[in-house]
């Protein structure tokens, strides 16, 4: 047995293996991205990128029903995109072993809202397994397949950023198990045409009642007796916090959330004289355990957003709770200041170089309406270049552009806009789900101008490969999707592709594209310069030619500060885009080396 | 012992890998350890935190505000940001690194002045180290970080031995002799 430090996520993918796994698939979504990474480096595991999450849960459920157990993986909004298959798979059932990985982020630490995936667990009768710890996460993924197999149904292992990027110790063999199940027809339990589907739902809700009692042995669920006074009810990483903020709180911790463990909830809520129920996010738990007939408190004193720490759970529920039974130091974390909100700001922002920053300037200066969606140039949405003026999820960059062109050109107030709207977004995102909404654009008519940001990265998420990179997870070339045909094929009647490193070429092609009646595309090409750093080219301000007009400040560029009365060119930063040099009218940036 | 050490600083500046590396010595000297550190804002300049707990047993993986024993301090203003999450009594190293945030750089906000003084007067005994200095020093600009080890290693009790075994073992080889030479400077200094 070896001993490691392993994030939540690289233990998942350690479990996964250890249960014999031999298909993985997802979509990189943080804080999920490196449960594939993972999978994708192990021997005798097939793992791929899919262009989306409903892809990678379709081909999944192919996999499972040919008889590898399969590992699928998503951050919390990606269930959304998956959620069509996700909602008629349990009817259907599974042969091999699928788990489900679904990723909240409590406190949108790199997500675009913070809805709670448990109620999807819910909505399907799916069941649900919350690992406190990376222990956790390795032990419970191995179980989880095989509840899977024995119920016959797919199993959610519901995980957060705090449990996917928290390294604690797990012990763990490198033995793997062979699981190879055989494939028999069986299209009445899995073709669901109605008259197949009703009879399959009565046998989910069957199966429910037979996961409830399995719930009750489930091993991770733990009562803690302490002081009789109050018991706390939590689940997942907020075990700990519970534990830190309240050590002499008994407490039910559960592991095991949907369908929920009824009579071991029961019996701990009789062994003490007040209940609490210490969740993040919705009241999910609170709500099932109140409609037990059981009284007790959660929302009324905890938050509804945000995640969860020691402090957040200390001071919400500390004048509810017996002193003795706080730590001893918390009172020193309430005392403790808040930061202090005179500080100045430090946002993540597009790297020098990148190359959807010439995009955006650009944009800006023609006084666009822009449609925005989910990528590095999200980043634009701050100020200098204040680049978007909405954003939704996936793929909306380029459909709500067409919503508004209509709006626009049909109203007597916004008509001047109409020709003004232009809806963006990268290349992985629109591979992801921005086809079906150029398809639209191209059916149902639009003038609308679409910008692809192609960088040939999958970048935010840590520069992953997607269709149209050529080169898959395990590292093998493969055809290369090309926009520029599949944008024509759509039927789009201009398709143009910029280097948006040359400023007054991007201008042109997007004041034609926006002047031209019928659909169009710009390809805005170069690579992201993280993924590939351009050779290093060296460049200055001339003092004697700058009257710090700030033109060159407005492109919100890190490797441009301004010291004193002149702007400065950072050189360890600076990647040599030359945009600062085309917007100077002054000629007072000049190359001087590289 | 336990340990509570809060890593502050900005994207690129080599912190996850810091943590990594203390992590791995409390693994090492025996006890429970826990990590929390935030991804994807790494290389987009923004802030970058990293906790790492070490005890005979850790709770939660991440640090309580006001319950940080130490706060290794990468950059000035990140490391005036997080001072509120300092124990009373509590100790902070900071590097003498000003990185401005684009606020700072587009003119719309101070870079604020006097840091120093600043950390000096709410953490009496804080040490103020110029890695970027030290790592010159030792041969490779890019040893920063170990540098910042090495003035945390004078203040915590783990074995010398166990500092280097976990180098070793983190540190790209071709790094290494570098990174050694900048965690010594910056202990014995």
Known sequence: MKKELLSGNEAIALGAYAAGVRFASAYPGTPSTEILEQLARMPGVYAEWSPNEKVSLEVGIGAALGGARTLVSMKHVGLNVAADPWMTLPYVGVNAGLVIVSADDPGMHSSQNEQDNRYYAKMAKVPMLEPADSQEAYEMTGLAFELSERFDTPVMLRIETRLSHSRTLVEYSDERRAVDLPYDKDAAKRVMIPGHARLRHPVLIEKLAALAAEA???PFNRVELRSPAVGIITSGVSYYHVREAFPG???????????LPVDLIRSFCSQVERVIVAEELEPFLEEAIRGLGIALSGKEYLPRDGEFDPVVVYTSLQSQLPAEVAAAGAGDWARAAAADPDLPGRPPVMCAGCPHRG???ILRKLKMVVSGDIGCYTLSVLPPLAGIDCQVCMGAGLSMALGMEKAFSSSAVNAGLARKVVGILGDSTFIHSGITGLVDMVYNGSDATIIILDNSTTAMTGFQEHPGTGVTVLGEKSPALDLEQLCRGIGVSSVRVVDPWDLAATEQAIKEETAREGSSVIISRRPCVLKRPPAKRLFRVLEENCNDCGLCMGLGCPALAREGERPEILEELCAGCTLCEQVCRRDAIQEYGS | MTGNVLMVGVGGQGIISAARILAQVAV???????????HGMAQRGGSVQSMVRWGEEVLSPLIPRGAADVILAFEMLEGLRSLNQLR??????????????????????????????RVLAAAPGTRIVDAGALAAQAGNARAAGAAMLGALAAGLRFAPSAWERALKAIVPAKALEANLRAFDLARRG
């Open chain 1, 216 to 218: 009750e042995g489930f």
């Open chain 1, 249 to 259: 709180a008994s407490v039910l911790k559960l592991a095991f959330t949907h369908p």
């Open chain 1, 359 to 361: 995009v955006f300037y």
């Open chain 2, 28 to 38: 090492d000297e025996g006890f429970q350890v826990k990590t929390s550190e935030v």
């Open chain 2, 88 to 117: 009373a009594g509590g100790l902070v190293i900071m590097n003498r690194k000003r990185i401005d945030p684009l606020p700072v750089l587009a003119g719309d906000a101070e870079y604020p002045a006097g840091i120093e003084e």
